[in-house]
């Protein structure tokens, strides 16, 4: 068999190495749903760091899942993949009136309004439903707060939400002021989604946020190390003045 640009020989090719692969024979839904997971953040890896032949890459592996998944499924008739192109397709029209249905809209802001009402319509208890709980907590909070203020329940202006972001960190001050350990967990909680809350307004993603300054940490402490080594020291070793200095010649550096 040989590669090709055609979904159905994607279908076969996964098809075969179900039937004929030891290892692909063994795995279940739940064998490989870690997996998946670990694709996806591949997949965002690779375009935060604009590498798009590997995101490329990434996305075909998220594809695999997607077909492999909708396989294992077709072994008990429960669906397979025709089902999910099908299924995807019925929301998207569905939820999709202005451009599918006589419906007019004038903003993004009145597209997301009408996504979220159309959901309440399916059957959705709250605004909040789908959700997956198992997300990173940046990226609920924000999407949460998002889907909010879709439905109105919003701060009008950002300075409000930048008073409350204030009044959490006053109150953040002083339950660890009060060595009140529990309470100082909470509301170092609402600390973080007022921050989130925010950036929100400015349009950050609190989460790309993090994972920039998560990366330029660790780029910057390296150099420290590697510094060090070269005088045969390890951190340990170095006083925090010796690391001070490393750091401030780093951010040049990085």
């Known amino acids: 068999m040989q590669p090709s640009k055609k979904f159905e020989d994607l279908i076969e090719l996964v098809s075969i190495l179900r039937k004929e692969c030891p290892w692909d024979k063994k795995q279940t839904h739940h064998s490989i749903k870690d997996n998946l997971i670990e694709e996806a953040y591949e997949a965002i890896e ?20 997607v077909v492999f998944h909708s396989n ?8 397979d993949v025709g089902d999910v192109i099908y299924t995807l397709m019925e929301k998207l029209i569905r939820r999709h009136p202005h451009v599918f249905g006589e419906q007019t809209v004038t903003n993004e802001g009145e597209v997301a309004e009408n996504w979220e009402n159309i959901k309440l319509k399916e059957g959705k208890k709250s605004t909040l439903d789908g959700l997956p709980a198992h997300l990173p907590s940046l990226i ?15 701060w009008p202006e950002w300075k409000l939400a930048w008073e409350k972001l204030d009044e959490e960190l006053a109150e953040f001050k002083e339950t660890l002021q009060n060595n009140d ?40 402490f390296k150099y ?28 040049s550096v990085n």
């Open 224 to 251: 420290i190390e590697s510094e060090l080594k070269k005088s045969d020291k390890s951190v340990k070793e170095a006083t925090l003045d010796e690391m001070d200095l490393l750091w401030e010649k780093a951010k």
């Open 72 to 79: 294992i499924a077709s072994e008990t008739n429960t669906f």
């Open 140 to 154: 609920r909070a924000q999407r949460m707060q998002e889907k909010a203020a879709n439905v109105g329940f919003d």
């Open 46 to 65: 690779a375009l935060d760091n604009n590498d798009f032949d590997e995101f490329k890459k990434e996305l075909g592996d998220l594809l695999l899942h």
């Open 181 to 220: 350990i529990n309470a100082s967990s909470e509301e170092f909680g609402d600390v973080l989604f007022s921050i989130v809350n925010v950036a929100r307004y400015f349009n950050l993603v609190a989460e790309d946020s993090l994972r920039q300054t998560n990366k330029k940490f660790e780029k910057r």
